[in-house]
Nanobody, 115 residues
Framework: QVQLVESGGGLVQAGGSLRLSCAAS????????MDWYRQAPGKQRELVAH???????NYADSVKGRFTISRDNAKNTVNLQMNSLKPEDTAVYYC?????????WGQGTQVTVSS
């Protein structure tokens, strides 16, 4: 079992920055990759950023150059630094951890970007 707790969401003006954190606990060695997803009202949940155990990363085209995912293995955390935020980045952001057999989700954190 893996437990995930997100933090760092909030309200920010367009052009501003936020840093989201996801703290993992439980069966940490079983985690292969960790992702950040987001879901805006009326839209499907979408993958925002992905990081493997080895540190390789991938990003959605919409956030490339603005968002950076990183992981601190010593603290069992994954962070999402979000810069140059836009109103269309407004969503609930979810942390996700993948093991060989399961997919775990955090409770989500709201990010609201005002124009």
């Amino acid at each position: 079992q893996v437990q995930l707790v997100e933090s760092g969401g909030g309200l920010v003006q367009a052009g501003g920055s936020l840093r989201l954190s996801c703290a993992a606990s439980g069966s940490i060695p079983s985690i292969n990759a960790m992702d950040w997803y987001r879901q805006a009202p009326g839209k499907q949940r979408e993958l925002v950023a992905h990081i493997t155990r080895g540190g390789s990363t991938n990003y959605a085209d919409s956030v490339k150059g603005r968002f950076t995912i990183s992981r601190d293995n010593a603290k069992n955390t994954v962070n999402l630094q979000m810069n140059s935020l836009k109103p269309e980045d407004t969503a609930v952001y979810y942390c996700n951890a993948k093991t060989a057999s399961n997919n775990y989700w955090g409770q989500g954190t709201q990010v609201t970007v005002s124009s």
